[in-house]
């Protein structure tokens, strides 16, 4: 379940990143609000001249993540939730820093080709450089899952949640690192709390029903 909706998004950037635009202009909600009159221009009538009021202050990029979050955890379906998703996609995806914003591009084009010796290089110096932007180690963590090396994956998808609990995509990457280690238990927590966070999110009904099943059934 969790790893075909993992495998689609780090699929996407990865055509992004080597078409060469991903991080390119910011999606509608970002962009700056059109400036106000020059503050010469004359009052053409009575109402004009009264005192302007001041603009609201835009949302941050925390505070839009937060809110779509919110939106997300209440959306009726799948259909509601996708452009949702692909918001908080776009949010993840940006760096304050454009040297991190160049080395994850790097690495992304190094992954696409298979080179993820190359790759791990270019996110370990992204971590490093930026280790208050999740999507660094998120990246990390699905290209440790790629080797094989399961205990350092989980080790950067807690790290990813401890920067940001509503990271879906790292909640369903946990779900399925804990399984292939075989910590049910573990992993039927974990998906409750996916589905809290993404109700929609593909195939986690029924991993639950699965888990649930595993976890039972054995009397843990």
Do not use: C
């Not at 995806?93 to 992954?111: C, I, K």
Request: proline share 8%.
């Amino acid at each position: 379940m969790t790893m075909k909706s993992n495998l689609r998004y780090h699929q996407r950037l990865l055509t992004v990143a080597v078409a060469g635009v991903l991080l390119g202009s910011g999606p509608a909600w970002a962009q700056s609000p059109p400036p106000d009159a020059p503050p010469h221009a004359a009052p053409s009538s009575p109402e004009a001249a009264k005192p302007r009021r001041e603009a609201p202050k835009p949302e941050s990029r925390a505070e839009i993540l937060q809110r779509l979050y919110g939106e997300l955890a209440k959306a009726p379906n799948a259909a509601a939730a996708e452009p949702i998703v692909r918001n908080i996609e776009q949010l993840w995806v940006q760096a304050e820093s454009p040297t991190a914003t160049l080395l994850m591009n790097r690495a992304l084009v190094a992954a696409n080709e298979k080179d993820y010796d190359l790759s791990l290089k270019f996110l370990d110096t992204v971590t490093d450089l930026s280790p208050a932007w999740s999507e660094g180690f998120n990246r990390r963590a699905y290209l440790y899952v790629i080797r094989l090396d399961y205990n350092r994956a989980l080790g950067d998808l807690r790290r990813v949640l401890a920067l940001d609990p509503g990271n879906f995509r790292a909640l369903e990457g946990l779900v399925q690192v804990l399984r292939t280690m075989g910590q049910d238990k573990a992993a039927l927590d974990v998906v409750k709390t996916l589905l809290k966070a993404h109700p929609h999110s593909p195939g986690a009904q029924e991993t639950l029903k699965e888990l649930e099943e595993a976890v039972n059934g054995r009397g843990i």
